[in-house]
């Protein structure tokens, strides 16, 4: 069965370091989410791609985040400089044609020391 | 905007049904999911009402109230597996997720 692949699984860095995430959708789905979930509440969207377009970045914090799909296909999310409020579990999630049965991948638990 | 109410907490005990409850404020509606997430997993689609009424997906229902705003996640003949947290979820019009807080359900012996 097709999955959302994402790496790292873990990942620890002190503040003010980079980092980033990598995601690769299940094949043929046009729609890639970036989420973040902070321990005990609900996703949260970061920024949704309609193939290699962005389609809503709005809560993005983007003066330290910034993701790309350069190919339409897997998208990474980079954090830089990382501050300690960005501790959470980071998840990609992928789409087709019916928008509210998204694919999530397994995350990738950020620590910020 | 979009907000949705869920309790925090619940406890049943194996064999048992719950009912999981949702109220949601949408700025415009697009039908509700559930989702199912084991601490430490992803969440994974259990169920989508797109009209009112009760769809069911073996041990798992979900319904949907419009007028009322209203939804709930009903599981029945309780496993110790189905031990996990429940997130209610509305699709924005621009497709992603919105999702409530999570329901965290303990299954007793």
């Known amino acids: 069965e097709a999955e959302v692949a994402q790496s790292p699984r873990y990942k620890i860095t002190e503040k003010s370091q980079a980092v980033a995430f990598w995601c690769d959708p299940i094949s043929g789905h046009a729609t890639l989410y970036w989420y973040r979930q902070i321990l005990g509440q609900g996703p949260e969207l970061l920024v949704q791609?309609?193939?290699?377009?962005?389609?809503?970045d709005s809560q993005l914090p983007k003066d330290r985040f910034s993701a790309e799909r350069l190919k339409g296909v897997d998208s990474t999310l980079k954090i830089q400089p990382a501050e300690l409020g960005d501790s959470a579990m980071y998840l990609c999630?992928?789409?087709?044609?019916?928008?509210?049965?998204?694919?999530f991948g397994p995350g990738t638990r950020l620590t910020v020391l | 905007g979009q907000s949705l109410e869920q309790p925090s907490e619940v406890t049943a005990v194996e064999g048992a049904i719950v009912q999981i409850n949702c109220t949601y404020q949408?700025?415009?509606?697009?039908?509700l999911s559930w989702y199912q997430q084991h601490d430490g997993g992803a969440p994974t689609f259990l169920s989508y009402?797109?009209?009112?009424g009760l769809e069911e997906t073996g041990r798992f229902s979900s319904f949907l109230s419009r007028s009322d705003s209203y939804g709930y996640l009903l599981l029945q003949e309780l496993q110790m597996k189905d031990s996990a947290s429940y997130f209610c979820a509305v699709p924005t019009g621009r497709r992603a997720l919105t999702f409530g807080s999570g329901t965290r359900l303990q299954v007793q012996p």
């Open positions: 009402n797109g009209l009112d």
């Open positions: 999630a992928s789409s087709q044609v019916r928008v509210h049965e998204q694919f």
């Open positions: 949408t700025s415009g509606f697009y039908g």
């Open positions: 791609f309609q193939d290699e377009s962005v389609v809503d």
